[in-house]
């Protein structure tokens, strides 16, 4: 059971450059959620799916795109990357609503955009 | 606008005492609020939660305090043991209708000493 996987941990891109950061889970979760997290900011929430085919934005959405086809996937997409866009990225998913489920997280990705 | 605060960056700890972390949320729609602890180079792993309808919730050496007229919860650690040191994260949502939407903290990195 992998649980939430991640690829690639490390990427660093130029700044124009587009880029796809991968997101997998195994344990069937409708639920699924990209963060970012920044030094002294906590992590803030990028987009979000609550079922295949059903996507929303978070708080930090510009310059991000999502889709969700399938229950397993939820790729993040950085159209043109800016230095902004220099942060780690988490994805997480959850059986249901987080108050009442959490959530398990992947591993990261770091990403450097220079 | 920080809707939710870990005002102490970091505390330092001696093993076996209690380790006491704060957190103070300003949005009164926050019903439900987790504890999260990561470790460098992982993703945060689901700790303990609370609910407004309790004020304490306990899970072996974890307790979780909410003192909601106050808006602060805290997490106590007893007895504190060296492989508890990570930065906790505290997050808040609405019980229903959150969604994914997670609210952290920016964190306190938890250092225990031997």
């Known amino acids: 059971n992998a649980g939430v996987t991640q690829t690639p941990k490390f990427q660093v891109l130029k700044t124009g450059q587009s880029m796809t950061l991968q997101c997998a889970q195994d344990m069937n979760h409708e639920y699924m959620s990209w963060y970012r997290q920044d030094p002294g900011m906590g992590l803030r929430l990028i987009h979000y799916?609550?079922?295949?085919?059903?996507?929303d934005q978070g708080e930090v959405p510009n310059g991000y795109n999502v889709s969700r086809s399938t229950t397993e996937d939820f790729p993040l997409r950085l159209l043109s990357a800016a230095p902004s866009q220099t942060s780690v990225y988490f994805c997480a998913s959850s059986w249901g609503e987080t108050a009442n489920y959490g959530y398990t997280f992947g591993s990261g990705t770091r990403l450097t955009v220079v | 606008d920080q809707q939710v605060k870990q005002n102490s960056p970091s505390l330092s700890v001696q093993e076996g005492r209690i380790s006491i972390l704060n957190c103070d949320y300003t949005?009164?729609?926050?019903?439900?609020f987790l504890w999260y602890k990561k470790y460098p180079a992982e993703g945060p792993t689901f700790l303990i939660s609370?609910?407004?309808?309790?004020d304490k919730n306990e899970d072996g050496r974890f307790t979780v305090f909410l003192n909601k007229s106050a808006k602060h919860l805290s997490l106590h650690i007893v007895p504190s043991q060296p492989g508890d040191s990570a930065v906790y994260f505290c997050?808040?949502?609405?019980?229903?209708?959150?969604?994914?939407?997670?609210?952290f903290g920016t964190g306190t990195q938890l250092k225990v000493e031997l």
């Open positions: 997050a808040a949502s609405p019980l229903t209708g959150g969604g994914n939407k997670l609210t």
């Open positions: 609370i609910s407004s309808i309790k």
């Open positions: 799916s609550v079922g295949a085919g059903i996507t």
């Open positions: 949005n009164s729609m926050f019903d439900y």
